[in-house]
């Protein structure tokens, strides 16, 4: 009786007879779901990390637009903007771009009126007054690179010319990497002096919707009060880094499509070209009172356990690969190019639904491309084929 699990053990050995042969392609089959399966994964855990991110960010941020680019909003829009019906509350950033010669780097300056120890302090304005002017926290990225630690000396040169020395009074721990890997937090009056920045404008003012459901509703009173300025809201930015994130990873997949395309023509080449032993013991088991159907469950056992066992090991290898490496293959093409990027761990997130892509992907097509030359050799005539 041809039980399933008859059937399994005869297929396996049928493939260990020609392990040189199988075992070529599991190699170049586990390659491609390797990358595939990462592919999938990290875009995935990308768009996760950027929706945590955002999830402490203001409901809405309003910046001012003069000839078509970001310039200084003035601090009386606020004031405006807080009348409006179902706004929270509103108040004023003051952040900028300073690129540091030493290092290479672009850091982000941030003033606030208290320095911040986390990255949700930062994002909420909490924080504690600082005692030294010039007083600053530093992200891990510019600590890094600058090779600074608290008590020492950071010196910003100015958009007058002069150099300004900032005390490094702490640097932001690891959990807020994310966010504030090349940020530099100092005071607002100094943030002033360092960009020449007059007291009666912020760099854009942050909007606190109470009602989610009222975010489009408030949007639309800010633009009809105010038509000089633009609103973004955190939902947008959000499908923005998604709509990234994917555009990235197809540009991944599209310059590896050379490499997919030759693994189709190899495993349709392995899957349907039967050899001269294949043949003659496929002519051996219909002599002996194998049907069709046998046969073809036969094929299907013998392509089964060879396509999970590639994807298996390509899954394997591409969790181990983003989840525990920090994915450094795919990393320089799906995070971006920065020189101060954060090192952090990635979590998984949709992962089923991304292994069920991959198995769609490799593992149906290569079983059905299998049956094709299984079902020419099982209704050929035993004898003709123990002839050829």
């Not at 066992?309 to 190019?337: M, N, S």
Request: charged share 15%.
């Amino acid at each position: 009786m041809k039980t399933p699990l008859r059937m399994l053990d005869f297929a396996l050995v049928g493939l260990w007879r020609q392990k040189w042969r199988h075992g070529l392609t599991l190699l170049v089959y586990a390659s491609v779901v390797f990358i595939l399966a990462s592919v999938l994964m990290m875009t995935g855990a990308l768009k996760h990390e950027a929706a945590l991110v955002l999830a402490g960010a203001p409901e809405l941020k309003v910046q001012k637009v003069s000839a078509g680019r970001h310039d200084w909003v003035p601090l009386s829009h606020a004031k405006a903007i807080e009348s409006l019906r179902g706004v929270g509350t509103v108040w004023p950033r003051f952040w900028g771009y300073y690129y540091d010669p030493p290092s290479g780097a672009t850091f982000t300056l941030m003033g606030l009126d208290q320095l911040p120890l986390t990255g949700t302090q930062l994002l909420h304005g909490h924080g504690y007054a600082a005692d030294v002017p010039w007083a600053c926290v530093i992200g891990q990225g510019v600590a890094e690179s600058r090779l600074l630690e608290p008590d020492d000396i950071l010196p910003v040169k100015g958009a007058d010319g002069r150099l300004y020395p900032l005390r490094v009074t702490d640097v932001f721990s690891g959990a807020s990497a994310l966010l504030t890997h090349d940020f530099v937090v100092l005071p607002i009056d100094a943030w002033r002096r360092v960009f020449q920045v007059p007291p009666e404008v912020a760099t854009d003012l942050a909007v606190q919707v109470p009602n989610a459901s009222e975010v489009d509703m408030v949007t639309r009173k800010i633009l009809e009060r105010l038509p000089d300025v633009r609103v973004i809201s955190r939902q947008s930015i959000l499908q923005t880094y998604s709509a990234v994130f994917d555009w990235r990873g197809s540009l991944v997949m599209l310059a590896l499509s050379g490499a997919l395309a030759a693994f189709g023509i190899f495993a349709c080449d392995r899957a349907t070209g039967l050899g001269a032993e294949e043949r003659r013991n496929l002519g051996i088991l219909k002599a002996v009172g194998w049907n069709v159907s046998d046969v073809l469950r036969l094929k299907v056992w013998e392509g089964l356990s060879l396509s999970l066992a590639a994807f298996l090991t390509g899954v394997l290898a591409a969790h181990l690969h983003v989840f525990h490496f920090g994915g450094h293959v795919l990393a320089p093409l799906l995070k971006g190019w920065s020189v101060l990027f954060p090192e952090f761990q990635l979590q998984p997130h949709g992962e089923l639904f991304q292994v069920l892509i991959v198995f769609m992907l490799s593992v149906v097509p290569y079983v059905l491309v299998t049956l094709v030359p299984a079902w020419t050799a099982a209704v050929t005539d035993p004898d003709q084929i123990m002839r050829q």
